[in-house]
């Protein structure tokens, strides 16, 4: 008898070992939560009916303790494993919370700047005065202009260009003659050549005619002149030849190269020879006609573009407007 009590507490003792081996080698493993753990956790009459009678309520009661300790760990575990996530949470929370103040703290604007609003209300203050004083100073030199352009000048050569001046020189005729003797007499001069092939003809013939025209219209004498610009070939028998065409009226001068060239400056005339083949030139030279009055001053030019009705009512218009 004292031998199976003695082998049962063995057993008994080897039974409660070996589960609380089992024990803890399952405590590792992930178990529900405790709640879950107590509600499903066998009762105790179905664990008295697996087990062998031999073993008693303790090794049941041992047992029951072992998987409340199980659950629990467990339990305690995965609680501790979610505060260390929500930990990592939060601290990853205040980390960006951090940066952001920073950030914030960072782009707020630095206050007490160089300017101040006094420096800003002078500098205003100094440009509206540049421009105001700009403004005056352009008005008085536009005004200084505009007083100028209407003022007289008073000068000898007021109103009149410096055409015309004394010349000597030998008429169709070969007689000596100079712009003395054409004092107190309206004189038209034109310059050109007697071996012109057109212009010169077609001028002189409207002279000729606005000659007669003024005649008709207002009774003033007007003397036309021909000047040659081409003294090696104008002597004074072809210059004789030439005016008879024209006019009774027209006077033909020539003279000498130097004599010819000194007119042509006095009354701003350009010639010049073209290509010289022999004898057989051209001259080329300036298209106008002068208007001298009786005291041999120059009054008006006129151009190609007048016909012989413009070249006549000029002419009378300079005559009646003369010294008025």
Request: with cysteine.
């Amino acid at each position: 008898m004292a031998s199976i009590v003695s082998r049962n507490t063995n057993s008994l003792r080897s039974l409660r070992f070996n589960t609380l081996t089992r024990c803890r080698s399952l405590s590792p493993l992930p178990s529900p939560p405790l709640a879950d753990g107590l509600q499903h956790r066998p009762p105790l009459s179905l664990l008295q009916s697996l087990l062998p009678k031999a073993l008693g309520t303790l090794s049941l009661v041992t047992y029951q303790r072992c998987l409340f300790s199980t659950s629990t760990s467990a339990s305690v575990n995965q609680g501790n494993e979610t505060s260390k996530t929500a930990g990592e949470a939060n601290s990853g929370k205040e980390d960006k919370s951090g940066e952001s103040n920073q950030s914030s703290e960072s782009g707020k604007p630095v206050r007490g700047g160089p300017v101040s609003w006094l420096s800003f209300l002078l500098l205003v203050v100094t440009g509206a005065g540049i421009i105001l004083y700009y403004d005056k100073e352009k008005r008085r030199h536009i005004e200084d202009i505009y007083s100028a352009s209407k003022e007289v000048k008073q000068g000898p050569g007021v109103g009149k260009a410096a055409i015309g001046g004394p010349f000597k020189l030998i008429n169709h005729d070969g007689k000596n003659v100079t712009e003395k003797d054409f004092l107190g007499k309206w004189t038209v001069i034109y310059f050109g050549f007697t071996h012109c092939p057109d212009i010169c003809p077609d001028e002189l013939q409207k002279l000729a005619a606005a000659v007669d025209k003024i005649k008709q219209k207002s009774g003033i004498e007007i003397v036309p002149v021909f000047i040659s610009v081409d003294p090696e070939r104008d002597t004074v028998e072809q210059v004789h030849e030439y005016v008879k065409e024209f006019h009774p009226k027209l006077i033909g001068l020539t003279g000498s190269s130097d004599e010819i060239r000194n007119v042509a400056r006095a009354y701003r005339v350009y010639y010049m020879k073209t290509a010289e083949e022999d004898s057989d030139y051209l001259v080329d030279h300036s298209i106008v006609m002068y208007l001298m009055g009786p005291d041999m001053q120059f009054v008006k030019y006129f151009g190609k573009n007048n016909d012989i009705e413009s070249l006549a009512d000029g002419i009378i218009k300079e005559i009646k407007n003369y010294k008025k």
